[in-house]
């Protein structure tokens, strides 16, 4: 059986189970009802995605993930609400232009959780992905940022005067979820750097969009802000839990893959510029 046959059955297979999984549900944002105990990140988890529709599996998935963090305030960003936010508190800053100039939803996504947090402080998630133990957990009574790293490994070693400072100076660090306290200095640096690289991505064409964004606004590009910050801050403390979130993350829910229905995956795409 050919290649394009094959692929062509597994989504004969997918559009099948997708009956399943409609009628698509509404995901409303959410109000804590227990106090969140901790003094320096404030409670709100902030999530993205094209719009607020989810498949049913998925839905409940992200209910389940939301019941288990009851002390926390979980709001979803569509489009629509990205674009207003990015335009009324970034408006005047050189990152709005890069933000619409971006020619990827996922680019987008990435410029607008790194801004969120630096402006009001909290955690990111992903749409598509959990935790399996309460946020409250991972964190110190100290602590002013919460970040982890993949399994997916970097073969470029921090300097030598940190290396004793990354928890995992082997592995990439993880952007599809972190948290901050306001003003953090890896936010206010991976803002900046995406500004500082942004000349260089303007107008390339890649042949792979994906891995041109991985580096250009996030996991490759946030690997470089930590080492960077902690090599000019070495007083500067940051809580890392360890390979995702010490092996707690739950990094693709189970019917995430419906999402892709309503908006097609980027990965998808080859040689289109990434912004212009």
């Known amino acids: 059986m050919s290649t394009q046959l094959i692929n062509q059955l597994k989504k004969s297979i997918r559009r099948a189970q997708l009956v399943l999984e409609r009628p698509y549900q509404l995901l409303d944002d959410q109000v804590a009802t227990e106090k969140f105990e901790h003094a320096h990140i404030p409670p709100h988890v902030y999530q993205t995605w094209v719009n607020?529709?989810?498949?049913?599996t998925l839905?409940?998935?992200?209910?389940g993930f939301r019941r288990l963090n009851p002390d926390l305030n979980f709001h979803l960003f569509d489009n629509q609400k990205i674009e207003a936010y990015m335009e009324e508190f970034w408006g005047k800053h050189p990152i709005f232009q890069i933000y619409q100039k971006s020619q990827f939803g996922p680019s987008k996504a990435d410029i607008f959780r790194v801004c969120i947090l630096n402006e009001r402080g909290g955690f990111y998630f992903?749409?598509?992905?959990?935790?399996?133990?309460?946020?409250?957990m991972l964190l110190k009574p100290d602590s002013d940022c919460l970040i982890s790293y993949?399994?997916?490994?970097?073969?470029?070693?921090?300097?030598?005067?940190?290396?004793?400072?990354?928890?995992?100076?082997?592995?990439l660090a993880m952007q599809w979820s972190f948290g901050f306290a306001k003003n953090h200095p890896v936010t206010n640096m991976m803002i900046e750097e995406i500004c500082n690289f942004y000349p260089y991505f303007k107008d390339k064409v890649f042949e792979n969009p994906k891995d041109a964004i991985l580096s250009f606004t996030a996991t490759g590009m946030l690997t470089r802000v930590i080492r960077k910050v902690l090599l000019e801050n070495p007083g500067l403390h940051l809580n890392q839990a360890g390979i995702d979130y010490n092996g707690h993350a739950i990094?693709?829910?189970?019917?995430?893959?419906?999402?892709?229905?309503t908006s097609p995956a980027y990965s998808k795409f080859q040689n289109r510029p990434i912004a212009l």
């Open 251 to 261: 990094p693709e829910m189970p019917g995430s893959w419906s999402r892709y229905f």
């Open 150 to 171: 993949e399994k997916n490994n970097c073969i470029i070693l921090p300097e030598q005067a940190i290396m004793d400072r990354v928890q995992q100076p082997t592995k």
């Open 59 to 63: 839905f409940n998935n992200i209910a």
């Open 52 to 56: 607020r529709q989810f498949g049913k």
């Open 126 to 136: 992903d749409i598509n992905k959990g935790c399996s133990v309460p946020l409250r």
